[in-house]
Antibody
Framework: EVQLVESGGGSVQPGGSLRLSCAAS????????MNWIRQAPGKGLEWVAY????????RYAASMWGRFTISRDNVKNFLYLEVNSLRVDDTAIYHC????????????WGRGTQVTVSS | SNELTQPPSVSVAPGQTATIDCSGD??????VSWYQHKAGQSPIVVIF???RRPSGIPERFSGSNSGNTATLTVAGTQAIDDGDYYC??????????FGTGTKFTVL
């Protein structure tokens, strides 16, 4: 069974930083592209970042460039998201999400970790 | 522009057919997926590659994509189809983008 378990969220002040982690199990992690997707309170789904299975391709949503960094450890089976220069509007639940092996869509989601940015 | 626009809400009576549009520049040249998201649950994909249904998704869900508009059609709507629906595309240069989302209500 595919399991994606996020951690590392918390409450921070504007300008602060966090490192989100996602422990993956139940599948061959290095064979799958992974994403971070967030949902702010009362808002829709917002894709944040993508990394291919071997880490050679990385993509970010335009508003995240320069502030967020996605990475992965294919030995430990972890996905990470470094979030810096946090703003109040970054407050959201951040989900670790796996892509389908053959097509560009998401087939498995973690329950998410809450990030709250406030002064 | 990378933006995908959906109607904020769509309502339908049980048993009827409903459509949700997703509009974006030259969307017909891209591959569109549709997700159903119920409160407290993880989103699930109901359509990928414009019109393909994953295993386990009922045949009443179908998709099309042409010009600047992709459409999700739910035929013979059931109460369990209630929820938020999002379109999404992938671009190799810029990544994924979600549509603005549609609250789908079965009356």
């Amino acid at each position: 069974e595919v399991q994606l378990v996020e951690s590392g969220g918390g409450s921070v002040q504007p300008g602060g930083s966090l490192r989100l982690s996602c422990a993956a199990s139940g599948f061959t992690f290095k064979d799958y592209s992974m994403n971070w997707i967030r949902q702010a309170p009362g808002k829709g789904l917002e894709w944040v970042a993508y990394m291919s299975g071997r880490g050679s391709t990385v993509r970010y949503a335009a508003s995240m460039w320069g502030r967020f960094t996605i990475s992965r450890d294919n030995v430990k089976n972890f996905l990470y998201l470094e979030v810096n220069s946090l703003r109040v509007d970054d407050t959201a639940i951040y989900h670790c999400v796996r892509d389908d092996s053959g097509f560009f869509f998401h087939d498995s989601w973690g329950r998410g970790t809450q990030v709250t940015v406030s002064s | 522009s990378n933006e995908l626009t959906q109607p904020p809400s769509v309502s339908v009576a049980p048993g009827q057919t409903a459509t949700i549009d997703c509009s974006g520049d030259n969307l017909g040249y891209k591959s569109v997926s549709w997700y159903q998201h119920k409160a407290g649950q993880s989103p699930i994909v109901v359509i990928f590659q414009n019109n393909r249904r994953p295993s386990g998704i009922p045949e009443r869900f179908s998709g099309s994509n042409s010009g600047n508009t992709a459409t999700l059609t739910v035929a013979g709507t059931q109460a369990i189809d209630d929820g938020d629906y999002y379109c999404q595309t992938w671009d190799s240069a810029t990544g994924y983008v979600f549509g603005t989302g549609t609250k789908f209500t079965v009356l």
